[in-house]
């Protein structure tokens, strides 16, 4: 168990998360956290966000979504059963 003080910046108060504890929870600085009260205790609790599969695209290189002579033949190829 850590040990840490609150100070203070400015108007707001402050608890620095120990690196270890950042690092085994994969966060990083701009990481939201949940924060709550639970039997006088602070819990914070990471976010887990949806990935939209745009953003998760926006990743790639622009290459991979280059259409092949193999893509084109598909994309040209008569229905075969229901699919229509």
């Known amino acids: 168990m850590s040990v840490v003080k609150i100070r203070q ?18 966060l990083q600085v701009g990481s939201e956290l949940h924060l709550s009260l639970t039997n006088n205790k602070i819990v914070l609790e990471p976010v887990v966000q949806d990935t939209s599969l745009e953003e998760l695209l926006a990743g790639s290189p ?13 994309l040209n190829s008569p229905a075969v059963g229901k699919e229509v």
């Open 62 to 74: 622009k290459e991979c979504f280059a259409i092949t002579d193999e893509d084109k033949e598909w």
């Open 9 to 26: 910046s400015g108007g707001g108060n402050i608890v620095t998360i120990p690196k270890a504890i950042v690092e085994t929870l994969g």
